[in-house]
């Protein structure tokens, strides 16, 4: 049966990170995978997170199976967050939300709902975005297109080009947003071009999905949740994906979650009864431990102002790597500008660096990055950032 299989490349983002365990010289500096990492190098459990789980471990008394959509505490904190309090989608009942295994779960959960339960035949991603996106929506068997959306010129949004090519899509197509942080750039759209964008995408008549798996990371836990919710305001219909694993730090846990917005509350149930049934098929109901952590949080006001301070403590430490990076560089005499780096959002920025340049980065340097120029900054501290530097102007 097995042995005509062809071998499937590697993901190109994860292959990374067992390329580097196995790198043995002692300089070596990692800024490929997303991860969030302290000053000391490390990706550290929230304090909250700790004191939740301590306590969840003295209370809990049962491992009973959670229903189909999981903990209900944490998928009611969940449409909080994404549209803030009081919002009158919760108060009409209009979203349901189901906890899923991380962000991927959740976008493959609305790559399947998509597929079998809506009309839509095409879906518009980025040019560039995560790989996954791509591989989730091709894995379901849907068209795929592509919007411009960086200038590599400018380092900054290719506004004209994004507008030019999601003008073709079609009433009907889905188009995939960033909430914010996009990934791989770390450049977002405006307040203004958010709003340009949702008006256009309630004119039209797509069905925009959200994906949101750096919430807190740019400006804000409120201040990033801008551009979905100038979409809410204008489009009666969309679908998110939430992550926690980045300001959670809850990455094995696989902590995230599908919602789906619909006009009114008979039809979000309907619905959502179809996603049930293909969560049933995918994996029948998710694991209990890192969802219940993050609905205590949420649901206790001193740890969810810790858990703030700590992620606002994360999204502080990522601007002033940033601003060092720039400066060193210059400092390390590099004659490019490097400014726009200062700008961009999250752990990810794009270096302009070349696939040939971060090759040698590796080779001669140990340090790793992904091959589009995409460094995480967060992989940054005062211990390597000369090294890093230095290694940079040399291959430039
Ligand atoms: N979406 C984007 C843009 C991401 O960068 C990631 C990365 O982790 C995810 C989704 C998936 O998150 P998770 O690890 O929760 O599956
Ligand atoms: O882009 C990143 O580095 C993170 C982590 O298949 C990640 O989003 C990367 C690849 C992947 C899953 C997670």
């Not at 490390?42 to 939740?52: E, L, N, S, Y």
């Not at 960033?178 to 977002?188: E, V, Y």
């Not at 340049?357 to 950032?385: H, M, P, W």
């Amino acid at each position: 049966f097995f042995d005509k299989i062809q071998a499937a490349p590697a993901d190109p983002i994860l292959g990374l990170g067992e390329a580097f365990k196995a790198e043995n010289r002692p300089e070596k500096v990692n800024l490929g995978i997303g991860i969030y990492k302290n000053a000391q190098g490390a990706t550290p459990i929230p304090r909250a997170v700790k004191v939740a789980e301590t306590r969840l471990l003295a209370e809990e008394n049962s491992k009973n199976y959670l229903s189909i959509d999981g903990v209900a505490a944490y998928n009611a904190a969940t449409q909080i967050l994404l549209f803030g309090n009081n919002h009158e989608i919760i108060a009409n009942k209009r979203a349901k939300t189901a906890q899923s295994l991380g962000g991927t779960g959740a976008l493959r959960i609305a790559a399947e709902f998509i597929k079998r339960q809506t009309n839509a035949q095409t879906v518009w991603i980025s040019n560039p975005t995560w790989p996954n996106h791509n591989a989730i929506f091709k894995a379901v068997g849907m068209e795929i297109r592509d919007y411009r959306y960086y200038d590599k010129n400018t380092h900054d949004l290719d506004w004209d080009g994004l507008i030019a090519d999601l003008s073709q899509a079609k009433q009907g197509d889905v188009v995939l947003l960033h909430g914010c942080c996009h990934n791989p750039t770390g450049i977002d759209p405006t307040p203004e071009q958010w709003d340009t964008l949702a008006k256009m995408s309630a004119e039209k008549g797509w069905l925009p999905l959200f994906d949101f798996a750096y919430q807190g990371f740019a400006n804000g836990l409120e201040e990033d949740a801008y551009g979905l919710r100038a979409f809410l305001k204008s489009n009666p219909e969309l679908l998110i994906s939430s992550s926690y694993s980045k300001n959670f730090g809850l990455y094995n846990e696989r902590v995230g979650a599908f919602t789906l917005v619909a006009q009114n509350e008979e039809i979000a149930n309907r619905a959502f009864s179809q996603v049930k049934t293909i969560i049933r098929t995918l994996y029948s109901n998710p694991a209990s431990h890192g969802a219940a952590t993050v609905a205590m949080i949420l649901q206790d006001n001193d740890l969810k102002e810790d858990w703030t301070k700590e992620l606002a403590e994360m999204r502080g430490r990522i601007k002033e790597m940033r601003q060092k990076f720039v400066e060193t560089l210059k400092a390390c005499g590099a004659t490019q500008d490097f400014d726009f780096i200062v700008k961009q959002n999250g752990m990810f920025s794009f270096s302009g660096l070349s696939p040939e340049q971060v090759d040698k980065l590796r080779d001669e340097f140990a340090i790793y990055a992904v091959r589009s120029g995409r460094i995480n900054v967060a992989g940054i501290t005062e211990d390597n950032i000369q090294y890093l530097c230095e290694s940079i102007v040399k291959v430039l």
